[in-house]
């Protein structure tokens, strides 16, 4: 059976593809906070069931987030036909909130040319679709191939993946034994290789004052001016020094192949009162000032460095600033990961973009991380990439949309991936 006639076959099934990806977006799969998880896996499971998958509900009880209110469902299909190696597609079934300024609706899968609209249509549920589509083909021009396919749904991964790929990570689903090759299809255009994401540092930073009356406030201590002075020295010296570390991973966009930092939030002294409050504020000192910071780290550097430098610009306001006191509070961390570009499943997509689409693919690293992190360190398996249709610039926007061809062509570069691996 030649190439021709796999890509045939996913080309004759592209009707099929329009209808499951708006099937798919028909489910409001919101998180938070996760909606109709359990209704989107045992639609799944009904489907990759007829083509002979065995279908495992796995319910992450006990994680972050799940509740018998907000059940955190997953779906793992496994269809096996001989000892060969195992090649899974993940993608995760949430999606974000809607937003405002939308002018379709979010949840209406609607077709206009060759754009599909919709809530999570690019991120991923698109990606989600073409890999199903990929498999039905390969599948039915080659139904004895050797090893096993495995496609799974998983839920949370717009709030860390806890209840969804850690959970099945932790349960050894991802064990390199078990599993050989991952492809998540999260939408970084058809002809680029996502290797892996930056890291993560998430802190909060407090500062403490003394609260007194707002006409004396030499009587009290303001949080809020000690903070202005954290706010000025990382001004000074820290976010100067984040711009001048450069990162060999191929990075994109090009602003994020350096170190950055966000500043997520801050708040200090009375609360903001709700709209229909009509009295004025009380006047107060501030006694307390926090705000949190989002660091993106890069695979030149670690989490220690991170870490030193924020204390540094802490420590050197303490010494300059008299009664100045912090407190730091880790919330969250990831490693950066970075799949070798020789890794079997990194060749075999390149292989299969330059068939499909004529083209060189493109190596990228992601700025923000996504479950390839838990494969990675939980799971321990190395050879996973993200690999999907849908441009990522629309993900988490109003009126997001997915191409149907760019869907067709991924769908035809999996396609050939599995035959490459399993034949
Ligand atoms: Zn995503």
Not at 3 to 16: E, M
Not at 27 to 32: A, C, D, K, S, V
Not at 148 to 159: L, Y
Request: aromatic share 6%; proline share 5%.
């Amino acid at each position: 059976m030649s190439d021709t006639a796999l890509l045939a076959a996913v080309a004759a099934r592209r009707d099929a593809l329009i209808a499951l990806t708006q099937d798919l977006i028909r489910f409001p799969t919101l998180n938070p906070p996760g909606l109709q998880y359990l209704e989107i896996c045992e639609y799944l499971a009904d489907r990759l069931r007829a083509q002979g998958f065995t279908v495992e509900m796995i319910r992450a009880h006990g994680a972050i987030a799940d509740s018998d209110t907000y059940p955190r469902w997953n779906m793992v299909a496994r269809l096996e036909r001989g000892p060969g190696e195992c090649v899974h597609f993940n993608s995760h079934h949430d999606v974000v909130a809607v937003g405002h300024g939308w002018t379709r609706d979010p949840f209406g899968g609607e077709l206009d040319g060759d754009r599909i609209y919709g809530r999570g249509a690019c991120d991923m549920k698109g990606g989600l679709a073409a890999s199903i589509i990929a498999a039905e083909a390969f599948i039915a021009t080659h139904p004895d191939f050797n090893g096993a396919i495995e496609i799974s749904a998983t839920a949370d991964e717009e709030s860390g993946g806890y209840g969804g790929v850690a959970y099945l990570a932790e349960q050894g689903y991802f064990h390199p034994d078990r599993v050989q090759h991952v492809i998540i299809p999260e939408p970084l255009n058809k002809d680029r290789i996502c290797l892996g994401h930056r890291g993560v540092w998430w802190a909060e930073i407090e500062t403490h004052g003394r609260i007194a009356h707002g006409s004396m406030p030499f009587l009290g201590d303001c949080a809020v001016r000690h903070m202005g002075a954290v706010l000025a020295e990382m001004e000074a010296s820290l976010f100067p020094l984040l711009a001048t570390k450069r990162t060999d991973m191929p990075v994109v966009p090009e602003g994020a192949k350096q170190s950055t930092m966000n500043i997520n939030a801050i708040h200090g002294g009375e609360p903001v009162q709700e709209a229909d409050y009509t009295g004025l504020p009380a006047a107060c000192v501030p006694d307390r000032c926090k705000i949190t910071i989002d660091r993106r780290y890069l695979i030149e550097e670690n989490e220690g460095e991170v870490r030193a430098e924020i204390i540094a610009v802490l420590e050197k306001v303490k010494a300059e600033r008299p009664d100045f006191h912090y407190e730091l509070n880790e919330l969250w961390s990831v490693s950066p990961t970075m799949t070798d570009r020789n890794a079997p499943v990194v060749k075999t997509v390149e292989a299969a973009i330059s068939k499909v689409l004529e083209t060189q693919a493109e190596f990228v690293v992601s700025p923000g991380t996504y479950d390839q992190k838990h494969i990675d360190r939980i799971g321990t398996l190395k050879n996973c990439i993200a690999y999907g249709p849908g441009i990522l610039d629309l993900a988490h926007q109003p009126d997001e949309w997915v191409g149907v061809q760019d869907m067709e062509d991924s769908a035809k570069v999996m396609a050939l991936t599995l035959a490459e691996l399993l034949l």
